[in-house]
């Protein structure tokens, strides 16, 4: 006849392996889990890591305004002045990279990914600038593209607002601008890409 106690070590045995069991069965989920982080780590906007996302609404041309995955300030455009000094901004409706922007002429280069460029005339916030057909001190230059494309589209009026900007860290607006053929409204974030260049 067989002991409680017996019975006991046995069940405790049971469990033990059972245990162990899980924890070799959860150490591949836990890897799998870690490369799924990192993904979402990629593909996500550094925005997100600051609780501030970028929101927009509207039409870019006859398509709706996908939303922003990543949101970048470029470090190296061609010509800094172009803006008066301001910020040089582009937004991803899928996941690029900063690295990505590295090598210049970019946009034919990307996925067919909806892109909007901001050239921001000025470093003052809560100032807005007035859309403009050429970039500038005091105004801005927003155009919409599509990656694979080297077809841009401009903003023929509207404004655009920054409400935070930290030199080398991030810039923060809101925007609503009407474009030949569909507008986009919101709120934006983007994160200092030191290399990155213009499309």
């Excluded at 006849?1 to 019975?7: G, L, P, Q, V």
């Excluded at 600038?129 to 401009?154: I, L």
């Amino acid at each position: 006849m067989i002991s409680r106690a017996s019975i006991a070590l046995c069940l405790s045995l049971t469990m033990s392996c059972g245990s162990s069991a899980n924890n070799n069965t959860s150490a591949p989920d836990a890897g799998s889990d870690g490369a799924s982080s990192d993904a979402v780590a990629d593909t996500s906007s550094p925005a997100d890591a600051s609780g501030v996302t970028t929101n927009l609404t509207g039409m870019y041309g006859p398509d709706p305004i996908k939303p922003v995955i990543n949101g970048y300030w470029i470090g190296a455009p061609a010509n800094p002045n172009e803006s008066g000094g301001g910020p040089f901004l582009y937004f991803f409706s899928g996941p690029v990279k900063c690295t990505d922007l590295s090598p210049s002429g970019w946009l034919p280069k990307l996925p067919p990914v909806q892109v909007l460029e901001m050239i921001v005339g000025t470093k003052t916030t809560g100032s807005a600038v007035p859309a403009s057909a050429k970039a500038g001190p005091n105004v801005v230059e927003v155009n919409y593209a599509t990656g694979g494309s080297s077809v841009e589209s401009r903003a023929t009026s509207g404004s655009v607002t920054l409400t935070s900007y930290t030199p080398g860290v991030a810039v923060e607006g809101t925007m609503d601008v009407t474009f030949p053929s569909g507008s986009a409204k919101g709120t934006f974030h983007a994160d200092w890409c030191p290399t990155g260049n213009e499309l």
